[in-house]
């Protein structure tokens, strides 16, 4: 049996702003961070707000949002009372304002909001999944916490939003959909309604990220770019991510490296270990022949071998760390983490459904092929 449940309204392009404008009289709490308030990108979301409307903005969203952050948040939403909340920015700002609503209801601090999500790059697929991952600074852990409460109402795609996007954020956000993508297509919980959705966020992706690396200012590239990580999000929220999430997880958590460039670090050794399954080797093999990376005659260890070096050349053209001590982490102190890190990658959530079982040797291994 397939169980698929798309709750979010996706408005998508350079008009979709102006779906804002239908709400009158009502208290607006918009999340974003300080860079967005200070630059006066955030006046474009204030701006499409009907003016009967009460405006508030909380601008402390940092990347990684913090337990501290998301308290912040909610002291000032639980005064607010909103009867609607918009995460305006990429994951972090997204996550942060989840977490206000996932903590509010629950705490009793705050009536359930209209939760509208503008992305302003492409990469989480936040805005169409009911998870958030906040950082535990004092434990240096990320925790997901998963919750159909803390779904959009409605996802706002403008992609002239992400148009200054700079090179290597595109880059690491890109990967992160590519990632998205590939774990949601071997998940334990994938069908073929979220297979479909992996298919075609791969294969846009591939027609537009190298293209949004080398030329930021192409709106077809970028179009294409922030439909293939609603399709990504749409696809994980169905099926599960696995394995290669739960271990940038704590990457992200413990050495502050990006979340998308530490998912890309981890792929291939992924995909490696995923594929000592037959059936999950022979799924990998089936994304290949889909997106046209390789014929249907091609054996499958051949396709995924392919689809291994694809990854690792996208990487090389966009500059992409492929090591911790590239990505600015000192070796010595990257190993003294070891167990930590494989202790808190084995509770992560979204472990349960990489297709293939594993433990903690094999987490260690993995983190061990980084350094």
Do not use: W
Request: hydrophobic content about 40%.
């Amino acid at each position: 049996m397939s169980n698929v449940y798309i709750k979010t309204k996706i408005r998508s392009g350079k008009t979709a702003m102006d779906y804002l404008g239908i709400y009158k009289n009502k208290t607006v709490y918009i999340v974003c961070d300080k860079f967005m308030a200070e630059n006066g990108s955030v006046n474009k979301v204030v701006n499409a707000i009907d003016s009967s409307c009460r405006i508030e903005i909380f601008d402390q969203a940092l990347p990684d949002p913090t337990t501290e952050v998301v308290g912040n948040g909610l002291n000032m939403g639980a005064r607010v009372q909103p009867d609607i909340v918009i995460a305006f920015g990429g994951g972090s700002a997204i996550d942060t304002a989840k977490g206000i609503i996932y903590f509010g209801i629950n705490g009793g601090l705050m009536k359930k909001p209209i939760f509208i999500t503008i992305p302003t790059t492409s990469g989480t697929g936040s805005e169409v999944t009911s998870a958030t991952v906040i950082t535990d600074v004092e434990n240096k852990s990320k925790h997901l916490i998963a919750d159909d409460e803390i779904l959009a109402d409605v996802a706002i795609l403008d992609p002239s939003l992400t148009l200054s996007v700079p090179p290597a954020v595109t880059a690491n956000t890109g990967m992160d959909v590519l990632t998205h993508a590939l774990e949601a297509y071997v998940a334990k919980g994938a069908n073929v309604f979220s297979d479909a959705l992996s298919e075609k966020a791969v294969e846009l992706l591939l027609d537009a990220l190298l293209v949004c690396y080398r030329d930021g200012g192409c709106l077809e590239a970028r179009s294409k770019m922030h439909e293939a990580s609603t399709l990504a999000g749409m696809a994980f929220n169905t099926a599960g991510l696995g394995v290669n999430h739960s271990i940038a997880h704590q990457l992200g958590g413990t050495f502050h490296i990006p979340h998308g460039l530490a998912n890309a670090m981890l792929l291939t050794s992924v995909i490696d270990y995923n594929s000592g399954d037959k059936q999950v080797m022979d799924k990998y093999a089936a994304m290949v022949y889909k997106v046209k990376l390789a014929g249907i005659t091609t054996p499958p260890q051949k396709a995924v071998e392919i689809l291994k070096e694809v990854i690792r050349t996208m990487m090389a053209a966009m500059n992409m760390a492929d090591s911790v001590e590239k990505a600015g982490v000192d070796r010595g102190e990257y190993l003294s983490q070891l167990d930590n890190m494989t202790e808190n990658a084995l509770k992560d959530t979204c472990l349960k459904a990489n297709p293939r079982e594993i433990g903690a040797g094999e987490i260690r291994h993995i983190l061990l092929q980084l350094c």
